[in-house]
């Protein structure tokens, strides 16, 4: 999703005001408030087709009572910082908490998506990951379905790349998937899915 910086020095509830008085989407980055742009078409579809594909994981094998899936809510990271993951499964018990607020998340996701963009793809793989990995968050998944990531996280040549993040003694180790590859998750360890499958949805 692509962002850029609009006004600087924003507290976290300050932020929370904003949100809740404007139809615009923003991230908070360390005190600086960043506007969220529509993302393409096929970005979109890749997120719909993922959520439906978790939603039906966490219906056969996790408790649905428990998690849910949700597109672009709130994760707060840092004192300071908030962001809108792609997509994000959350706690259900806070998001009930949360039915009439501003839906951002203070707990961490079980996990989190995000489906890189021209704009975001050194965000992604760097900024956020180490948001990710210091808020705790289990699992989290890049998906550069176009492969704009630099060569140090993707590999060379470059190509379309899955890396599923996990979160092992507080330390994210990745583990990258292209083509064919089936996707390995330690969340939904009976997941029947290809990379091809993911980068392919919406075409």
């Known amino acids: 999703m692509t962002q850029a910086a609009i006004r600087s020095r924003v507290s976290f509830e300050e932020y929370i005001d904003i949100c809740a008085q404007s139809d615009e989407r923003y991230e908070l980055v360390r005190g600086n408030l960043h506007q969220m742009n529509p993302p393409t078409v096929l970005h979109y579809r890749i997120t719909k087709f993922l959520e439906q594909v978790l939603d039906q994981e966490i219906e056969n094998y996790l408790d649905p009572d428990e998690w849910e899936t949700f597109r ?8 300071n910082s908030s962001r809108l993951p792609d997509l994000a499964i959350v706690s259900r018990v806070e998001a009930d908490r949360l039915l009439k607020q501003t839906a951002v998340f203070q707990s961490p996701s079980l996990l989190a998506v995000e489906v890189v963009s021209p704009s975001s793809a050194s965000d992604d793989y760097e900024e956020k ?18 492969g704009l990531g630099a060569a140090k996280h993707i590999g060379f040549p470059k190509a379309p790349t899955l890396t599923v993040y996990e979160l092992i003694n507080g330390k994210y180790q990745a583990r990258q998937f292209w083509g064919d590859d089936q996707i390995e998750s330690l969340i939904f360890r009976n997941l029947t899915l290809t990379a091809k499958q993911v980068f392919s949805a919406g075409r």
Do not use: N, S
Not at 72 to 79: F, I
Not at 129 to 146: F, N, T
């Open 72 to 79: 672009e809510v709130g994760q707060r990271t840092e004192d």
């Open 129 to 146: 990951l180490r948001e990710y990995q210091a808020l705790g968050i289990p699992e989290y998944w890049v998906v550069d379905y176009e």
